[in-house]
């Protein structure tokens, strides 16, 4: 079973994806590592996405699920900076003015 | 690759005696000094013993040796060009072209003048350009087709061999291959999901506590119900120098794209299409029809 690792940095909670955010086990592996932080209470998660090639329309959906319930909580979601095709997606879609980048 | 300036040798590896006897002969005749085998065997001992400007043989004799035959071929001389000849009608030559890297593919009966012609166009390439051949080379039309089972094509992602032998033959460059490759896996993912198991769109956006949404949960129980996941999705690729068509038919109700790209997000974001934007992106023109059941994206092609 795919496992995101996870940190926390300050009072942030970290995902680091390993692999491609293109499939089902991607998303269910973004989706377990997000409830731990969140469970810990984490409101602040950052994802860092430096190590993704390729992102799909069903990973974008697992990231904005993780945003929807962040900001359903007065949270927020960040993204590590971008590289390669993983920005050129997001700035097609727009995701690059919903999710401010943590330059941290 | 070194040419060779006296007769040229021409290795032809096949069990059927009428194609050693149709061949053969028009062959020597033409100046080629022919080699001849008949068992998977005495294919891989002649191309250990000898160098040879091409190899023409049957595609059952090199499967029978397995892709290990393949790999010592092509190991002991990466410039051999190799012509396929196929006994089996239907069979698809793209696919089995793009496995073998040969230059060209036959179904037989082939007559030798055909086979001469191939043969020359071979070596004046490899010739030209020093290295392998590979079949893009010489292709200037072709189409393959594929089908695919739902719950197959959910547990695998699949990749067109086609758009690997594009970068290959330098038709596209590595950027615009990972694009390519995700516009497959969208629109097959779009067939899959919204076409042969009907699911919503807004169901992406009804989530429990843990994260877990309707569609993934509705998506699970219909990839076990046959009356959603006997559905079959169908692709054909078709090639030519100047332009890559992708079609794909699902066996759904209907699929219905939006009208434009998605809109910027000004407040909530929407949970999709977002595929079909990254569609309309990378290709250059991306058609529903038959009630969305069928897709057909284009891409422009440097010729």
């Known amino acids: ?104 | 690759m070194k040419q060779s300036r006296c007769s040229p040798k021409l290795l032809l590896a096949d069990t059927d005696l009428r194609t050693r006897d149709a061949l053969c002969g028009p062959l020597r005749d033409a100046g080629w000094s022919i080699d001849y085998a008949d068992e998977p065997a005495t294919l891989a001992a002649c191309a250990n013993g000898k160098f040879y400007d091409v190899v023409v043989t049957d595609l059952d004799l090199l499967t029978k040796g397995g892709l290990s035959l393949l790999s010592k071929l092509r190991e002991l001389n990466p410039s051999q060009a190799l012509i396929l000849l196929s006994n089996a009608p239907g069979v698809e030559p793209v696919p089995e072209c793009l496995r073998s890297g040969a230059a060209s593919f036959f179904c037989k009966p082939i007559d030798s003048q055909s086979l001469k012609q191939a043969i020359s166009r071979v070596m004046e390439f490899s010739a030209a350009h020093n290295g392998t051949s590979g079949w893009l080379h010489y292709c200037t039309q072709a189409a393959a087709h594929y089908e695919f089972d739902s719950v197959q094509l959910a547990k695998e992602r699949f990749v067109l061999p086609l758009i690997a032998e594009l970068e290959r033959g330098g038709k596209i460059d590595a950027d615009t291959k990972l694009k390519l490759d995700l516009v497959i896996s969208e629109a097959l993912t779009n067939s899959l999901d919204h076409g042969n198991l009907e699911l919503l769109s807004e169901w992406r956006e009804e989530f429990d506590g843990q994260g877990i949404d309707r569609y993934s949960l509705v998506r699970k129980e219909r990839l076990k119900d046959p009356a959603y996941a006997g559905r079959k999705i169908f692709l054909e690729a078709h090639y030519t120098p100047h332009e890559l068509k992708i079609v794909l038919r699902d066996q759904g109700q209907g699929f219905l794209a939006a009208s434009k790209p998605h809109a910027p997000d000004s407040c909530e974001p929407k949970m999709h299409g977002r595929g079909i934007t990254i569609m309309n992106s990378i290709m250059d023109r991306v058609e529903y029809t038959a009630r969305g059941t069928t897709l057909t994206l284009t891409k422009h092609l440097k010729g």
């Open chain 1, 1 to 104: 079973m795919e496992e995101f690792t996870t940190e926390i940095v300050g009072n942030k909670g970290v995902i680091k994806v390993a692999g491609d955010l293109d499939s089902e086990t991607s998303g269910e592996a973004l989706r377990q590592a997000f409830n731990r932080l969140y469970d810990q209470g984490k409101r602040q998660i950052v994802l860092d996405l430096s190590g993704v090639q390729i992102i799909n329309s069903y990973g974008i959906g697992k990231v904005l699920m993780c945003y929807k319930r962040l900001k359903s909580d007065n949270g927020v979601l960040m993204v590590k900076p971008l590289g390669g095709f993983v920005k050129e997606t997001f700035e097609l879609l727009m995701l690059d003015k919903l999710l401010p980048v943590d330059e941290g």
